[in-house]
């Protein structure tokens, strides 16, 4: 799908998949921004979601019981059904986290993951999703891929260039807001982002998942290689394992590059 600058649009309500992300992204506006503020909403949850209806909901909120200007929010939701788009991010956007919205020229960009974080961590799935927006848009914004909060989960923060949860944004340790949830840390957030950063590279490139059926799939080149040698071990119920799921994939896709070299090789 051919995608077009909507920064006409203050509030853009679209819906992307993973992988329609940074091709929408690249039909915007460029911009210079130096934040990443990672969110949940609380309410509404995923099961509560119903698409363009609660995220109007949620901007009409924010205007009516917030008194913010119309469609002044977080520019990015990661939904249940995908990616929206609300507020532009190519405009700018003066709400979000206090004292860490735009400043000056650069922007700061949020990211509303739809969950309740109190409630409990995020599905390992779901967690990659988000992981995998936030890489697309920091890299389309020019973000660096790094936390830059001291610590695994408090202190102050080091730089503004980078990524952060939202109760990681307040001067003096004061922390009002436990966003994005008590049960979300930042050790598998940023463990998620890295494997997400990682499918950017050739050898784990246009990984959907890192579950059962990715590694499934590569049990063939394995299989060929003789990394597996007992063809029961394809059968093994691997399950939801991201990060045995991640390094077989690894291995698989080495596997047969190494295999296509020996084949391109003359031999003696």
Not at 46 to 72: H, K, M, P, T
Not at 149 to 175: S, V, W
């Amino acid at each position: 799908m051919a995608f077009v600058d909507e920064s006409s649009k203050a509030l853009v309500a679209r819906c992307l998949t993973i992988a329609e992300l940074p091709q929408w992204l690249a039909a915007q506006p460029p911009i210079d921004a130096e934040f990443f503020v990672w969110h949940h909403t609380f309410s509404p949850t995923e099961a509560q979601w119903r698409g363009i209806d609660s995220l109007v909901g949620c901007f009409n909120y924010f205007r009516d019981a917030r008194g913010f200007e119309w469609a002044q929010g977080p520019q990015f939701w990661s939904a249940p059904d995908g990616v929206w788009i609300g507020h532009h991010p190519s405009l700018p956007n003066y709400v979000g986290a206090t004292n860490w919205n735009d400043s000056g020229s650069r922007q700061v960009l949020h990211m509303e993951t739809v969950f309740n974080g109190d409630a409990g961590p995020y599905t390992p799935d779901y967690l990659m999703q988000h992981a995998l927006a936030c890489v697309a848009i920091c890299r389309w914004a020019g973000i660096p891929i790094q936390w830059v909060n001291i610590g695994p989960d408090g202190g102050a923060l080091k730089t503004r260039e980078g990524i952060a949860f939202h109760r990681q944004c307040y001067i003096n340790g004061q922390t009002p807001k436990t966003c994005p949830g008590l049960r979300v840390t930042q050790t598998d957030v940023w463990a998620a982002i890295q494997r997400a950063a990682a499918e950017g590279d050739d050898d784990v490139a246009n990984i959907d998942t890192v579950a059962d059926a990715t590694v499934q799939a590569e049990m063939p080149a394995l299989v060929a290689s003789g990394i597996i040698q007992n063809p029961s071990q394809t059968e093994h119920p691997w399950g939801d394992a991201a990060s045995v799921g991640l390094v077989f994939t690894m291995i698989g896709r080495m596997a047969k590059k190494i295999a296509a070299l020996e084949a391109a090789s003359p031999k003696p």
